[in-house]
């Protein structure tokens, strides 16, 4: 399983912010310090606030923060927001799979079965697991 670009940028931001409990952190800064782009994480950001992981101010000093303490925000669930699909073959979903031997086939049961495992695991960890007493972390994404 690999995680897609906008979830990997949702939980570096979520990172940024977790290390700067209440402060407001602009998107430029969370570029920076990553180096990755802007435009992404304005979109990044704006889905994570929807989805109630961000608390958003606009408009002049504006920026992002968490909208709830990190240790209420489940790896599990950030993914399971960000990722659009989870079909890792062709028969999980019924409407489009073709595939000639799906009827007698257990593939799809030993891949579902991993894909229950993997997010078991991220349901595991919070944001809080990921930057609570990280100083290299912390260290890293100091701005410059």
């Known amino acids: 399983m690999r995680l897609t ?4 940028y949702s939980l570096r931001l979520l990172m940024y912010a977790a290390l ?11 570029a920076d310090a990553y180096g990755i782009s802007r435009n992404h994480l304005m979109k990044v950001a704006f889905e994570l606030g929807r989805h109630g992981f961000l608390e958003t101010v606009r408009g ?3 920026g992002v923060r968490l909208a709830r303490p ?12 960000t990722e659009e699909d989870f079909d890792m073959v062709e028969c999980f979903a019924a409407d489009t799979d073709r595939c000639a031997v799906s009827g ?8 579902a079965r991993a894909l229950g495992a993997y997010l078991a695991v991220l349901d ?9 007493r990280n100083t290299p972390l912390a260290r890293l994404l100091q701005p410059a």
Do not use: N, W
């Open 60 to 62: 002049r000093g504006g």
């Open 5 to 8: 670009v906008y979830s990997d």
């Open 104 to 111: 007698a086939c257990r593939l799809k049961g030993a891949l």
């Open 70 to 81: 990190a240790e209420r925000i489940g790896l599990g669930d950030v993914v399971r927001r």
């Open 124 to 132: 595991e960890y919070t944001l809080a697991d990921l930057t609570r």
């Open 20 to 30: 700067r409990p209440g402060e407001l952190v602009t998107i430029q800064q969370v």
